[in-house]
């Protein structure tokens, strides 16, 4: 999907969880994205969060139309930090937007929730495990509800093949650090990427999160696979 470069769109779902918002339409259209046809809207500013990351988009409405999907699209995927939102709406629905509208964003926030409590939870299992076992770093996460996991590199041989044990030793490391509380820290650096930390490590990340960890409740780790032919374990979870 081809657009004519229009103006950096202010993220605010990466800066507070405010679920209302009102702001002004800057430009609109109707074409395929993800193989699906749309009307959508580009805004000045958006509190809804995109799809990616592992991240489902977020839900709610438009001038009280129903959203039916987020879609972020870099100017250049060696720029994360350069990105426009499509605001899109089904292709059927009665579109009355124009340019220049002021509308209200108004994000579903029991679905916010749910999904920023397991996007921390995946941030909170891939620095758990590698706590306990530095070979095993976290490349890829999937946060959606039914279907979380974090999928980690071998990057050297295991210590540990045992899944049982690799199960207790994280969860153990996990639950303390839920009793702790620790807090959620974000940081925005001048290139324009936030950065997030659990407990030591800051990982670049653009998605949703809660503030701090007993918020994401009882997380459990619900099976592990270990494929030694690409040097890869998946640890599936549940919060």
């Given at each position: 999907?081809?657009?004519?470069?229009?103006?950096?769109?202010?993220?605010?779902?990466?800066?507070?969880?405010?679920?209302?918002?009102?702001?002004?339409?800057?430009?609109?259209?109707?074409?395929?994205?993800?193989?699906?046809?749309?009307?959508?809207?580009?805004?000045?500013?958006?509190?809804?969060?995109?799809?990616?990351?592992?991240?489902?988009?977020?839900?709610?409405?438009?001038?009280?139309?129903?959203?039916?999907y987020v879609h972020k699209e870099f100017f250049d995927k060696n720029h994360l930090d350069q990105f426009k939102i499509f605001h899109c709406f089904e292709a059927d629905q009665p579109f009355p937007f124009k340019i220049g509208d002021e509308v209200e964003l108004v994000v579903e926030t029991c679905t916010r929730l749910l999904h920023s409590r397991l996007h921390s939870a995946g941030h909170l299992l891939a620095?758990?495990?590698?706590?306990?076992?530095?070979?095993?770093?976290?490349?890829q996460g999937?946060?959606?509800?039914?279907?979380?996991?974090v999928k980690f590199k071998i990057s050297s041989p295991m210590s540990?093949?045992?899944?049982?044990?690799?199960?207790?030793?994280?969860?153990?490391?996990?639950?303390?650090?839920?009793?702790q509380d620790l807090k959620i820290t974000e940081l925005m650096e001048p290139s324009g990427v936030r950065m997030v930390k659990i407990y030591k490590n800051w990982t670049p990340c653009g998605g949703t999160h809660i503030r701090s960890l007993k918020e994401i409740g009882e997380m459990q780790i619900t099976d592990i696979s270990i494929n030694k032919k690409e040097g890869t374990i998946t640890i599936k979870y549940v919060a």
């Open positions: 999907m081809n657009h004519p470069i229009s103006k950096q769109v202010r993220a605010l779902y990466m800066e507070d969880s405010q679920d209302k918002h009102s702001t002004r339409i800057t430009n609109l259209g109707f074409s395929e994205i993800n193989k699906i046809n749309y009307n959508w809207i580009e805004l000045s500013e958006t509190i809804f969060h995109p799809k990616g990351g592992g991240q489902p988009s977020d839900e709610g409405l438009i001038a009280e139309l129903k959203v039916a620095e758990a495990v590698n706590q306990c076992f530095p070979e095993l770093e976290g490349y999937n946060h959606y509800p039914n279907n979380s996991y540990v093949e045992s899944k049982d044990e690799i199960k207790e030793r994280t969860e153990r490391e996990i639950n303390f650090w839920i009793d």
